[in-house]
């Protein structure tokens, strides 16, 4: 699609802002839309690489304009048109409120308590929202070693909510983590040695309330109960629950599932894939649009 940066603002306010239909998006492309659905337009948002930044762009595009995007390398606010490949892409230091580096972003604003919202990824993930990005097996001698934390433990702990972007696998969704890189709900408490709650183990501290509110994948919607166990929220349209259940590594509590996620709309599919990742860095070939959409598309 060759149209300008300007040609594309304009197109956002005439494509329909109905709902595609199944077969018109991606898994992926659904679950980024789902992700974007998260931010209010009052967040401070620590967004890491990847599709975490594909729902913070799309959201700062729809219903949440005044949200601020930070990233770990040191930019603030930025107002890239196109994704940017990583946190220290200069591309996102277009018009940002200010450029630091890693002592701004994690002392002034994570460690201070501004931050309302994380989007995170991992390797794996527990019961309990805890998620491993260290390693697989025995810590000194493992049988895979991921990149590990990059800041994902601080994130994790210090944002008012977390939201975790992880590919449905049921080697990802575990009981219990084998290393915890960030913790979730419950942990290890380590003078006894015991799983416990995390608002039991850190009461009276600013970690009690912090900690995962959604996990978003490639097939459903998860969220966690007044225990701080994950429960299935929503399916993806075309997905079951019992394809998610085959998925999951635990017994997943289906008790509270509310319905389908809300399929995107076409205006949301445009923003996503015209706008935040036109040179699809991170989403996967999308479907194509149908005719009455690709017409107002070609005639603008």
Known sequence: MKKSGEELIKLIDIIPDESAKEGEYGLIELASIADSREVRNDDIVFAGTGLPMLGMMTANMLHAPNATLIFEAGIVDGKSMH?????????????????????????????????????????????????????????????????????????????????????????????????????????????TGKWRPKKEIYRDTIFADTGPSAVITNMAVFRFDDSGIMYLDTVHPGVTVEQVKENCGFELNVSMVSGETTSPTYKELFILREVVDPEGIFLPIAPEYPSDIKEIIEKA
């Not at 580096?101 to 995170?120: K, M, N, P, R």
């Not at 991992?122 to 491993?132: E, F, P, Q, S, V």
């Not at 915890?180 to 290890?188: D, E, P, R």
Request: proline share 3%; glycine share 14%.
């Open 83 to 191: 994704i940017p490949m990583s946190v220290s892409d200069q591309r996102a230091c277009y018009m940002a409120s200010s450029l630091g580096g890693l002592v701004d972003i994690f002392g002034t604003y994570l460690q201070s308590g501004f931050v309302t919202l994380g989007f995170l990824g991992g390797a794996a993930i527990d019961k309990y929202g805890g998620t491993n990005a260290t390693c697989i097996g025995d810590y000194h001698n493992p049988q895979h070693r991921f990149p590990g934390s990059g800041g994902a433990g601080d994130i994790g702990s210090l944002s008012a909510r977390i939201v975790y972007f992880i590919i449905q696998e049921k080697r990802r969704f575990v009981e219990k983590n084998e290393f915890t890189t960030t913790v979730g709900w419950w942990c290890n408490d380590w003078k």
